[in-house]
């Protein structure tokens, strides 16, 4: 199974675009490719699923290249409550319906004022 | 907001003990996760049901891990006996359909400390 692989931490200040790739080389054709954030205590939430090309939702945007072998998590314009660790997941088809699902290693997002 | 509630919340115990972890899916999703999550590893799948049914438990120890949907708005994660090495925070989620390309929704884990 391919492993994801995401910067360990970043800082920002607030108000400013932030932008976190990851990386999953061996993506197959039928994978999405989904960003959650999780705050301390809580589980992960789900912040944005896309396929191919760009995805947009209310929060973040989500950026996928032709060969889908990377994706960026673009939040535009952080404030402090963004400050968490987000988590790329590729969802793997697998055989007779069955799906493996790998989390990166997610990324300490810390934003300061 | 529908959510998935997990209990209990946090639970310490000695090894040997049997732990058992519980979780309410959100109402009408018909599949379930359990993970797993340390420092170490990051987050790890254990288990998946769809439809009540096991369909992948390849993620966890089966000599000592066993998961099981009694009912539709429950499952279990049970530990026996326990090891220090189980000491970890372990997450139900639940979605929809499973398919790769529906978000899953997570409970706030239950936080195990094995003494």
């Known amino acids: 199974l391919a492993k994801t692989t995401q910067p360990i931490s970043m800082d920002s200040y607030e108000g400013q675009e932030v932008n976190i790739t990851c990386s999953h080389n061996?993506?197959?054709?039928?994978?999405?490719i989904t960003w959650y954030q999780q705050f301390p205590s809580q589980g992960p939430r789900f912040i944005i699923q896309?396929?191919?090309t760009k995805v947009t939702n209310e929060v973040a945007s989500l950026f996928i290249p032709a060969d889908r072998k990377s994706s960026t998590l673009s939040l535009p314009r952080v404030s402090l409550s963004d400050t968490a660790v987000y988590y790329c997941?590729?969802?793997?088809?697998?055989?007779?319906?069955?799906?493996?699902?790998?989390f990166g290693t997610g990324t300490r997002l810390k934003v300061l004022a | 907001d529908a959510r998935v509630t997990q209990t209990p919340r946090h639970k310490v115990t000695e090894m040997g003990q049997e732990v058992t972890m519980r979780c309410q899916p959100i109402?009408?999703?018909?599949?379930v996760f359990w993970y797993r999550q340390t420092m170490m590893q990051g987050l790890e799948l254990l288990a998946y049901?769809?439809?009540?049914?096991?369909?992948?438990d390849s993620g966890m120890p089966k000599d000592r891990f066993s998961a099981e949907m009694p009912d539709a708005t429950l499952a279990t994660l049970k530990i026996q006996p326990s090891e220090p090495r189980d000491s970890a925070v372990y997450f139900c989620?639940?979605?929809?359909?499973?398919?790769?390309?529906?978000?899953?929704?997570f409970g706030d884990g239950t936080r195990l400390s094995i003494l």
């Open positions: 989620a639940s979605g929809p359909t499973g398919d790769g390309n529906q978000p899953q929704h």
């Open positions: 061996n993506i197959a054709t039928n994978d999405y």
């Open positions: 896309g396929y191919k």
């Open positions: 997941l590729v969802g793997r088809g697998g055989t007779s319906g069955t799906y493996k699902y790998i």
């Open positions: 109402l009408g999703h018909n599949t």
């Open positions: 049901f769809r439809n009540r049914a096991p369909l992948d």
